[in-house]
């Protein structure tokens, strides 16, 4: 049921919660005399909780009551009526409105609450990378920025400094300035990955 999920429009959800409901229905008259109304009770209470499992809580509770309206007219003697012969027969009926319905609210909330762990889950691995990517990044930054301010400082002092250190300063830092670049270059590429602006050539 990939096409199913909670994200489905809502007329289609009701569309294939009734469908459904029917469906099972037709297939419970077809068995009727084999099975018998009582086996086409769990057959319904399967379709509404496999129903909880995808759709939103609305459509949930319409196939609870569909389905126990269908039993009811279809199914429990005397049957096509909705008056119910034996008192053993009305508590069923009861009973099986009340469970299909908690059973498919129960199913939701289930699914519910498990969607959010799945969102905190990730919420915190994504925090935890970031985390680590920002103390990575924060090193590598450092280095060349140390780099430069500590070359720039000594050749504030030129006077006391030869020709040779001079170049090895200006040398340490182009190196470092370099690779400061390049350290900024990657923070703007991540950027513009994790915003869609270009995609990574995986050859």
Known sequence: MKTLSPDTPKSRQFFVTILLVASVAAF???LHDIIGYRVVAFLLLVTVSLLAMFFDIVPVIVASVLSA???NFLFIPPRF???IGTTE???LLFMYFIIALIHGVLTFRIRTVQKE??????????????NTLLNSLSHELRTPITTIIGAT??????ENLSEKDKKELLTEISIASVRLNQQVENLLNMSRLESGVFQIKKD
């Open 81 to 83: 009526t909705f008056a």
């Open 117 to 130: 762990m799945r969102k905190k889950e990730v919420k915190a691995n994504a925090i935890k990378y970031y």
């Open 153 to 158: 400082d000594n050749l504030s002092n030129a």
């Open 69 to 71: 309206v269908l039993w």
């Open 89 to 91: 027969d009305r508590w």
């Open 28 to 30: 419970g008259l077809l």
